[in-house]
């Protein structure tokens, strides 16, 4: 279900970043297989990571990786999710009801899925450095496939 969804918005990463967890590495099973095999890294760095370590893992990926999924715990995740978007589009009243913004504000379930364009070099990604494109929950997901 969740691999169709993935698909059908025709998302396919370069790398996969996994925390070494058996639950995320079970959602990393069910998420193959892959049109075209992505680069999968499982981290320790990931479990239950906060913020920082999050920011630090992503800012290490190779600038020629257009795409990376990051498979993870939260709330870490709906944190990062939060800080990319940026304090100043989270604190603008008009962007608050647009979707897929409020959701997002919402939470973060697990089995959800935020896509964002990074416009910068991994290098640089920090708070604000994102724009959302999409936010779908388990439910959302369940719709698409």
């Known amino acids: 279900m969740i691999r169709t969804a993935i698909n059908d918005l025709g998302l396919q990463p370069d790398i ?7 639950r995320t590495l079970e ?7 892959w049109d075209e095999t992505p680069l999968i890294e499982p981290m320790d760095s990931l ?9 630090a893992v992503l800012r290490d990926v190779a600038e ?10 939260n709330p870490g995740l ?3 999710a939060l800080a990319l978007v940026g304090t100043e589009v989270l604190a603008d009243p008009a962007a608050a009801h647009q979707t ?14 935020a896509e ?8 640089q990604i920090g708070p604000g450095a ?8 388990p439910r959302d997901l369940e719709g698409l496939s």
């Not at 959602?27 to 297989?33: A, G, N, S, V």
């Not at 964002?116 to 290098?123: D, E, I, Y």
Request: net charge positive; hydrophobic share 45%; no cysteine.
């Open 16 to 22: 996969i970043l996994v925390s070494t967890a058996r």
């Open 27 to 33: 959602t990393l099973e069910h998420l193959d297989p």
């Open 47 to 55: 479990y239950l990571a906060e913020v920082p370590q999050i920011f």
């Open 64 to 73: 020629t990786a257009r795409s990376v999924m990051v498979i993870g715990h």
């Open 78 to 80: 709906h944190d990062v």
């Open 100 to 113: 897929p913004l409020r959701p997002l504000t919402q939470g973060f379930p697990t089995g959800a899925l």
């Open 116 to 123: 964002f364009v990074v416009p910068g070099h991994w290098s």
């Open 130 to 137: 994102a724009r959302l494109v999409r936010f779908l929950t």
